[in-house]
């Protein structure tokens, strides 16, 4: 590729993050007269993938693995034939993140949501009661893709008062340290724009601008949390379709269907997914860890290095809830991600299922040793 077409492929493709990083690994495909792109969408054996000639569509018959987790993905850099009918994706170029989660099969298999992402933002709805639980599921998920997690809570419109929706805030940061929590509504009232609308919320909306401008980030969350209402404002235009929120209970209603990624007027991409009723861990527990940052921090002051927090003496993280320093529900949830996360790892791992055998058979040597101090020395025949 000659020095001319290398800036023109740079200037075109610098809008969806292409950079000097990305123009090295795809050298020597260069090489082979292949043209870079990144995918915007992904249908079955087919994708849409931009390129500096334009938008172009591309079989992906070449590079479908067996393994689900390289199968093409929207975020995805690519080379591409630069003609034929049809013409074919020959290549991904290696991935800096990826966000997986786990199928609802029985097969143990991995599903990519979104690759090369900077940012993941949750967005979770105010008009419904607050899951933290599956709040730290999306955190955990997003902090073991490599990606920066932004919990945006949505509808902040629909919690009037003004105390009631700070407390909401403050629960959700309890859920999620070092984490950044955008209230924000997308509201149109009275000619008034969203970014007008948001400053009413402590100018969430253009912080989040702020923070996704520049780079890649997916926008994750449950059907109805207003992820297509939010992508809208944050393009300035209505390019993803959006449908009213039921009167009954005011849930919004499953409106986008696939993985799109869309470059933002501000600078940066963002990818818009379908809502995710199932968020089941994949080889999280870098990121589980990192989520209850502070009941691992907690771990390290107790007597035993393998204490369980269950009822061992010098327990740190059981004094912390003694004393109203963690709340117990924290402890609750990080003892459910770990034990889901083991399983999950379990199923490729057998070093691993013989541990959490091993471990079973100790805890219930404990437990039987309880029972038989707890009964005495006088116990019936």
């Not at 780079?215 to 994750?220: E, K």
């Not at 209850?292 to 993280?317: K, N, Q, T």
């Amino acid at each position: 590729m000659s020095s001319s077409s290398a800036s023109s492929v740079s200037s075109a493709l610098a809008p969806y993050g292409w950079d000097e990083a990305w123009a090295e690994a795809f050298a020597p495909y260069a090489t082979e007269g292949l043209l870079p792109g990144r995918v915007v969408r992904v249908d079955r054996g087919q994708c849409d993938v931009v390129t500096a000639d334009g938008l172009l569509r591309a079989d992906t018959a070449f590079v479908t693995p067996h393994d689900p987790l390289r199968v093409v993905c929207t975020g995805d850099w690519v080379a591409v034939e630069p003609g034929g009918n049809p013409r074919y994706v020959r290549t991904c170029l290696p991935r800096r993140t990826a966000f997986v989660r786990s199928t609802s099969s029985q097969r143990s298999e991995g599903q990519i949501l979104a690759a090369n992402v900077d940012h993941a933002v949750i967005a979770v709805s105010l008009a419904l009661e607050l899951d933290l639980g599956r709040i730290e599921r999306f955190l955990a998920l997003a902090w073991e893709s490599g990606a920066q997690p932004v919990v945006v809570l949505t509808k902040a419109d629909l919690v009037p008062d003004g105390v009631t929706r700070s407390h909401l805030v403050q629960d959700v940061e309890t859920s999620a340290p070092g984490v950044p929590v955008v209230p924000v509504s997308c509201v149109h009232e009275g000619g008034t724009s969203p970014l007008e609308r948001s400053r009413e919320f402590g100018g969430g909306l253009a912080l989040l601008a702020a923070i996704v401008g520049g780079g890649t980030s997916v926008l994750l969350g449950q059907s109805g949390a207003g992820k297509s209402t939010l992508a809208n404002a944050l393009l300035g235009e209505d390019v993803m379709a959006v449908q009213a929120t039921r009167d009954v209970d005011g849930k919004g209603r499953h409106t986008t269907t696939t993985r799109n990624l869309l470059a933002l007027p501000g600078g940066g991409v963002l990818i818009d997914t379908p809502g995710l009723r199932g968020v089941g861990l994949w080889d999280a527990g870098a990121g589980v860890g990192q989520v209850f940052s502070e009941i691992e921090e907690l771990a390290e002051r107790c007597r035993f290095h393998d204490c369980a927090h269950e009822a061992e003496p010098g327990c740190a993280v059981l004094a912390a809830i003694e004393t109203g320093e963690l709340p117990e529900r924290r402890l609750q949830s990080y003892r459910k991600l770990l034990r889901e996360n083991q399983r999950i790892v379990a199923k490729t791992d057998a070093r691993l299922r013989a541990e959490i055998r091993k471990d079973w058979k100790r805890k219930g040597a404990i437990g039987k040793a309880a029972m038989e101090a707890k009964r005495g020395p006088y116990r019936r025949s």
